[in-house]
């Protein structure tokens, strides 16, 4: 199981190094965007076998419908904290942004407040026992749709 989480991600790299980004640029978001899902799906799916690994070596388990809806469940699971801390992190990222007007008076303030939120993000969901790529993606997205309003020009 924990090989065929790893294998079943797909090399995006050749598909983007033919298409050019001048040329067709939204053909290379589409692949580029189904590239980054596919690896955050992976990463989260290896971590949930992984977690299901360790369980089987402590005590004598037959793989059947029990231990495949039981990976199930803690990969949706997983998904969803994950998610979770994104958008936790994204949309507080934003309020700062548009209520405390001390940390947007300087490009630099801002930036580096993006910066470390990103990171804090990443590692806050890895200690939780979440996915830190998938909280990581989600807070950049919500960072993208609405902290850039905030932003100062």
Known sequence: MLFCSIIVSSDIIAAMSIIKFDEQPHIFSII????????????????????????GE??????????????????????????????VAGFLVTYILKRVRSVSHSAIHEVSLLLIVGFLTYFTSETLGQSGITSLVTCSIIMAQYGWFNLSP
Do not use: H, P, R
């Open 32 to 55: 580029l965007g189904e590239g980054l899902f596919n690896d955050v799906v992976v990463l989260t799916l290896k971590q949930t076998v992984e977690v299901y690994q360790t369980k």
């Open 58 to 87: 402590d005590e004598d388990v037959n793989f059947g419908f029990k231990e495949a809806s039981d990976i199930f469940i803690d990969f949706i699971k997983l998904c969803l904290l994950s998610v979770v801390v994104g958008l």
